[in-house]
C-alpha cells in the first residue's frame, strides 16, 4: 500500500510540474488597450473605371488590442458595424447593405482578428496579419502599417498608440458578385486608422 501511495504522489508531483511549466512557457498578455470609437474607421474606395472613385467609411468600430512593446507582441480584436456603412449617398449606402453585398441585416458584423504581428527596431507594428469575417466567410487578411506611434496622452493621463494602416479584399471570396455588369470592383482598397487607449 505505501508503495502504490508513493506512485500517486509521484505522479500528481509531476503533473503539477507539468502545469507549472506550461504556464511559464506561455507569455503574459501585453497591456490592455480599448479602441476609442471616436478616432478608429475602416475607410475603402469604390474605383470606377475611367471615373471619379467613391469613398466610404465604416463609422461604428470596436474592438481591444494587447500590445506588449517590449516583448513584441500583440493580438487585436475589432468589430466593425456593417450597418453603419457611410458614403454620404443615402441610395448608394442602401446598395451596399442590400443581401447580395454586405447583407446588413443578416451579418451585422464584421471581424478581424489577428496575433501575428511584425515589429520595427522600435517595437512598434509594420505589418498585422490575421483574419476576417464578412458574410459569414472568414479569409486571411494581412495590414500594411504606414506609420504608427504610441505616446503618453496629457488630457486622458494614459498612453494611447495608433496610426494608419492599409489592405485590400476581394470582394468575390465573400461571395459578392464584383467586377464586369456590377458596381462593386474586384478588388477594394482598405484604409485603417486607428487608436487605442491603455486601461
Known amino acids: ?35 476609442d470609437p471616436t478616432h478608429s474607421f475602416v475607410t475603402f474606395e469604390l474605383p470606377a473605371s475611367g471615373l471619379s472613385t467613391q469613398r466610404g467609411r465604416f463609422d461604428r468600430t470596436r474592438g481591444e488590442v494587447e500590445f506588449d512593446r517590449l516583448g513584441r507582441s500583440a493580438s487585436v480584436e475589432v468589430r466593425i458595424d456593417t450597418r453603419s456603412v457611410s ?27 489577428a496575433r501575428q504581428f ?41 498612453e494611447v498608440c495608433g496610426g494608419d494602416f492599409e489592405a485590400a479584399i476581394e470582394p468575390a471570396a465573400f461571395g459578392i458578385a464584383a467586377g464586369a455588369g456590377s458596381a462593386i470592383p474586384e478588388r477594394i482598397p482598405l484604409f485603417v486608422q486607428v487608436e487605442a487607449i491603455k486601461q
Open 1 to 35: 500500500m505505501t508503495i502504490v501511495l508513493r506512485g500517486v504522489a509521484q505522479v500528481a508531483g509531476i503533473a503539477a510540474l507539468t502545469v507549472l511549466a506550461a504556464c511559464a512557457s506561455t507569455p503574459a498578455p501585453g497591456p490592455a488597450y480599448m479602441l
Open 118 to 158: 511584425s515589429f520595427d527596431d522600435g517595437g512598434l507594428p509594420t505589418q498585422v496579419s490575421g483574419s476576417l469575417t464578412l458574410r459569414g466567410q472568414t479569409l486571411p487578411l494581412t495590414l500594411r502599417a504606414r506609420h504608427f506611434n504610441c505616446y503618453p496622452n496629457l488630457l486622458l493621463l494614459r
Open 87 to 113: 458614403t454620404g449617398v443615402a441610395a448608394l449606402d442602401a446598395r451596399l447593405c442590400a443581401p447580395d453585398v454586405l447583407d446588413c441585416e443578416a451579418h451585422p458584423q464584421a471581424v478581424f482578428r
